[in-house]
């Protein structure tokens, strides 16, 4: 049965361009049916107080691997349904579910998960698809991927993740190795994101899959090259091309962990609110407790300093933040305005994946995906698809 039309009344809107006040959203059933000003409602919809909360558009992670002690790349419906409900608690509506560096069948096993998983209604987040991050990275930019596991895209084993190329949307990959411009391109034929990242790339390299179809890059700063000199002459590496090139979206993980906020000032002034993306990059640490101890692809970790770390503190493993406290992270310390910030985390990556159509904004005829903050961009409620997350029934075991 639909649900009679409904209007958020009494909260500040916050759209791409500005928050707008004294305004109601109007819902109908799944979508967003009209923004209007209060006085204009009408006696039709019924309304809903939302006592001066911020509404915002539902969130997007387009790169996140896990939370709550589990991962993605586990092909496993508890694994899956508690990182995606734990994500809709935090304001996130939708999200690709992000793999890690592993053996083929594992990636493979996953892939062929998130076929059955994508198929089907699940409490939580919505997963929009999966973002193959690895195996083809460079070892010496590996970070916290096992470098056990890592390989060039030439080697035969790309035509077995790519057999899933109806729930790839993204894979990340480094565009100098041998293979790559092939990889570019077959991936762009089938409509998948390519995006470079964990690379020793020069900006030629980056041109070059650019000219075949590279439009995203991922976690600027981390795992990338930079700029080198050969005799006289200074080479450019993947972080300049990231925050020089006007092709490219570019990732950047806002913890404050990750990034002092000197970087990520200079992400924003160079990249710009239109093309920077806000990513958790979260693995299973997010939501537990400091001092937690976790394997991470074959790997030791834990949970120090509100970060996830190797055990040996050589490198971080992916972030303990979820998108909301990015949010905070922005507005308070980096000083972005608070409709930049939103967007960079929502209507930006939206449309790195081609899902800016039906969610990422607050517009009309969009998905009623939202999410009610209060002042200090702490999260009250989450809306997907026109349901408040608190009152789906829980899942049956």
Same mark, same amino acid.
């Given at each position: ?71 993605? &790349? ?5 694994? !899956?349904?508690?990182?995606? /409900? ?7 509506? $939708? ?21 059955? !998983? ?33 390989? &060039? ?29 092939? %990889? ?14 964990? $690379? /020793? ?20 700063? =981390?795992?990338? =090259? ?6 006289? !002459? ?16 570019? /990732? ?39 001092? $937690? ?54 209507? &930006? ?20 995906? %939202? ?16 349901? !408040? ?9």
């Amino acid at each position: 049965m639909t649900a009679a039309p409904r209007a958020l009344v009494g909260g500040r809107l916050v759209l791409p361009d500005g928050v707008l006040d004294h305004h109601a959203l109007v819902l109908d059933g799944e979508r967003i049916a009209a923004i209007v000003p209060t006085e204009a409602i009408g006696a039709g919809p019924q309304r809903i107080d939302v006592a001066g909360a911020l509404v915002l558009p539902g969130l997007v992670d387009i790169h996140t691997h896990g939370a709550g002690g589990r991962l993605f &790349n586990e092909a496993d419906v508890d694994a !899956w349904s508690t990182i995606v /409900e734990l994500q809709a608690a935090h304001g996130v509506t $939708s999200l690709l579910a992000t793999t890690m560096t592993a053996p083929i069948e594992e990636l493979v096993g996953a892939l062929e998960f998130a076929r059955t !998983w994508t198929a089907q209604e699940h409490k939580g987040a919505r997963v929009l698809g999966v973002h193959v991050e690895g195996p083809y990275f460079a070892r010496s930019q590996a970070g916290a991927q096992n470098p056990e596991h890592v390989r &060039n895209p030439d080697d035969g084993t790309a035509a077995e993740l790519l057999a899933y190329s109806d729930v790839v949307r993204m894979m990340s990959f480094a565009p100098e190795l041998p293979g790559a411009i092939a %990889l570019t391109r077959d991936l762009v034929a089938r409509g998948i994101v390519a995006a470079a990242g964990h $690379s /020793e790339a020069r900006d030629a390299d980056v041109l070059a899959a650019m000219d075949a179809g590279l439009r995203h890059v991922i976690h600027v700063w =981390s795992a990338q =090259s930079t700029t080198v000199r050969e005799g006289p !002459w200074r080479r450019p590496g993947l972080l300049e091309a990231s925050l020089a090139f006007d092709g490219l979206s570019v /990732e950047m993980i806002a913890d404050g962990c990750h990034l002092p906020v000197t970087l990520m000032r200079l992400a924003y002034k160079a990249i710009g609110p239109e093309r920077l993306c806000v990513v958790s990059d979260a693995t299973h640490g997010a939501g537990l407790p400091e001092g $937690s101890e976790l394997r991470l692809g074959g790997l030791d970790i834990v949970v120090d300093g509100g970060v996830a770390m190797l055990r040996d503190r050589t490198a971080f493993a992916g972030s303990t933040s979820l998108l909301d406290r990015m949010l905070r992270v922005l507005t308070r310390d980096v000083g972005l305005p608070l409709h930049e910030a939103v967007r960079m985390a929502s209507l &930006n990556p939206a449309r790195v994946i081609g899902a800016d159509g039906h969610t990422g904004s607050l517009e009309v005829g969009k998905d009623a995906d %939202l999410a009610l903050f209060d002042h200090d961009l702490v999260v009250r409620r989450t809306m997907i698809g026109g349901r !408040w997350y608190d009152e789906v029934p829980e899942r049956t075991p």
